[in-house]
T-cell receptor, first 115, second 112 residues
């Protein structure tokens, strides 16, 4: 069965510092991988996704993630944090079960930006 | 704006009551998913409908039920409400043969 593990329920970085949010997955088939962001009092919004092809995926707001099959990881990074990046981030892997796509979700990581 | 709409935005009710949450998916999307998000449980998948039929069930309580109508909008019915049902309820939709989900803004349910 597929599963997703996000390391750290809270991550705190200083404004201007590197952001690194970790996601590891388990999947018996080539995965489709997603990062979603949830700003306070809003719904989830797709940041980026990996389906096939280039393993480095660029998303919105300067975020990118790299699919590493050997490490079963899909970590999210941003070179320089901005106060507006404060949000909760969810990693998800797509599972095809019973002729149907579902997303298996990580528990989420709250990103805190220190001034 | 994802194109998914949810009503109402906020709902305050009492224990034991019954409420209905409504979701309209993006134009053309056939799948609708319902999620519950609470502080202690995180994001929990409840149920999925595809073109009017139930396709997958997650951690949905027996007190909760859902349906998807011919115009593809969906309703989530929560009955015999308990304090612990207070949460954000999200609806998401996705196109056929696509695994990306588009989320609505959510309904915040408060049970007093």
């Amino acid at each position: 069965a597929q599963s997703v593990t996000q390391l750290g329920s809270h991550v705190s970085v200083s404004e201007g510092a590197l952001v690194l949010l970790r996601c590891n997955y388990s999947s018996s088939v080539p995965p489709y991988l997603f990062w979603y962001v949830q700003y306070p009092n809003q719904g989830l919004q797709l940041l980026l996704k990996y389906t096939t092809g280039a393993t480095l995926v660029k998303g919105i707001n300067g975020f990118e993630a790299e699919f590493k099959k050997s490490e079963t990881s899909f970590h999210l990074t941003k070179p320089s944090a901005h106060m507006s990046d404060a949000a909760e981030y969810f990693c998800a892997v797509s599972a095809f079960m019973d002729s149907n796509y579902q997303l298996i979700w990580g528990a989420g990581t709250k990103l805190i930006i220190k001034p | 704006d994802s194109g998914v709409t949810q009503t109402p935005k906020h709902l305050i009710t009492a224990t034991g009551q019954r409420v209905t949450l409504r979701c309209s998916p993006r134009s053309g999307d056939l799948s609708v998913y319902w999620y519950q998000q609470s502080l202690d449980q995180g994001l929990q998948f409840l149920i999925q409908y595809y073109n009017g039929e139930e396709r997958a069930k997650g951690n949905i309580l027996e007190r909760f039920s859902a349906q998807q109508f011919p115009d593809l909008h969906s309703e989530l019915n929560l009955s015999s409400l308990e304090l612990g049902d207070s949460a954000l309820y999200f609806c998401a939709s996705s196109p056929k043969f696509n695994n990306e989900q588009f989320f609505g803004p959510g309904t915040r349910l408060t049970v007093l």
